[in-house]
């Protein structure tokens, strides 16, 4: 399929708008639909040999020379700045990429965005006042982040032994009595069965996983199947992890958490050598397109980096620490000491 976001009316250029979710021509403003927004997108069976697939349209690949990054917009879109690091020195190549099985759309634009940050910022109790106030000159970039998205039904065995502590009081000599510790150790063994939905593992180096899951609350009930028109106007980050190697480091990390599950034996004061042996008895996936906003913006010389979900605008980032703030508190319960302790001395010594 061939990209062709000109507008029919006038010759403009289509861009996917967040608030209406459709088609919007930036000169005359007319809405173009959609087409197969509703259809249901199914899960894919994962076995050894699963790869993602490529796409027979051809998108510009932008390469950063600063930080390295690639970026992946429509063909004859124009990317200025790298949304990555935010600095000019692009490279623009036309490359074959891969295709995404489903994408959730953005619904939050630029402005909400900006209010989503507005709104986290202040809740940071030792932020800069003046960093909230900025925002008009920071580069909120709207990208789509590519991720694998998985189901696993598990089977797991497992044993170890249990150690129950006892204590004890003998007499002494001195007319008290000392503790004696008894450890009783009794073997158990048992299995269980857990389910994982929509487990996400990113497929790109630029957020890690582990970050990306604090702004990840989507609904997954809203994914449509891919088509090129979400990406007029957006960002595609490119894939650089691959499937097989997240499938690995993804399984590492739900055998570990049932691992945790399982140790877990509250009849017993802890436990020793512990074996657990997990089966994967169903493996799906989907390798999707999700929206969020990057920003990296400097402050004092320094560059913070935030994230905000496209949907729900849920924030998380670091964020620069107000010094005049820290003292003030410091100062402030350093005061309240000082009465406490003037208060004890005069009444109660």
């Given at each position: 399929m061939a990209i062709n976001n000109v507008c029919k009316n006038c010759g403009g250029e289509l861009i996917y708008d967040a608030i209406c979710g459709e088609?919007?021509?930036?000169?005359?403003?007319?809405?173009?639909?959609?087409?197969?927004?509703?259809?249901?997108?199914?899960?894919?069976?994962?076995?050894?040999?699963?790869?993602?697939?490529?796409?027979?349209?051809?998108?510009?690949?932008?390469?950063?020379?600063?930080?390295?990054?690639?970026?992946?917009?429509?063909?004859?879109?124009?990317?200025?700045?790298?949304?990555?690091?935010?600095?000019?020195?692009?490279?623009?190549?036309?490359?074959?990429?891969?295709?995404?099985?489903?994408?959730?759309?953005?619904?939050?634009?630029?402005?909400?965005?900006?209010?989503?940050?507005?709104?986290?910022?202040?809740?940071?109790?030792?932020?800069?006042?003046?960093?909230?106030?900025?925002?008009?000159?920071?580069?909120?970039?709207g990208l789509y982040l590519p991720v694998f998205l998985y189901n696993f039904d598990c089977y797991s065995e497992y044993s170890g032994d249990g150690i129950i502590e006892t204590t004890t009081h003998m007499p002494n000599q001195k007319g008290g009595s000392t503790p004696i510790m008894h450890y009783y150790r009794e073997r158990f063994s048992g299995s269980r069965e857990d389910t994982f939905i929509n487990y996400i593992d990113t497929a790109t180096s630029l957020i890690s996983t582990e970050t990306f899951k604090k702004i990840a609350n989507y609904n997954y009930e809203n994914i449509c199947v891919y088509r090129?028109?979400?990406l007029y106007g957006w960002i595609g980050s490119e894939v650089d992890i691959p499937l097989q190697k997240s499938v690995e480091r993804t399984k590492n990390f739900i055998k570990n958490e049932i691992k945790y599950r399982a140790e877990y034996q509250p009849k017993y004061n802890r436990v020793e050598n512990f074996v657990c042996t997990t089966t994967f008895t169903k493996n799906e996936f989907n390798y999707l397109y999700l929206p969020i906003y990057n920003c990296n913006y400097k402050f004092k010389n320094k560059t913070y980096n935030f994230y905000i979900n496209g949907v729900t605008g849920k924030t998380y980032g670091k964020t620069p620490k107000s010094k005049v703030k820290i003292a003030s508190l410091m100062l402030a319960i350093l005061g309240i000491v000082g009465v406490l302790a003037f208060l004890i001395i005069k009444y109660f010594l």
């Open positions: 088609l919007k021509c930036n000169k005359c403003s007319s809405i173009t639909d959609i087409p197969e927004q509703n259809i249901k997108l199914e899960k894919k069976q994962l076995t050894d040999s699963s790869t993602i697939k490529t796409s027979k349209t051809k998108y510009v690949q932008y390469h950063c020379a600063t930080c390295g990054r690639n970026h992946i917009v429509p063909t004859d879109s124009e990317l200025y700045n790298c949304p990555s690091c935010c600095d000019s020195n692009l490279t623009k190549t036309i490359n074959v990429e891969y295709m995404p099985d489903g994408i959730i759309p953005f619904s939050l634009n630029k402005e909400g965005a900006k209010k989503s940050f507005k709104s986290w910022i202040r809740t940071k109790r030792f932020t800069p006042n003046k960093l909230s106030e900025k925002t008009s000159n920071y580069s909120f970039n090129p028109e979400f």
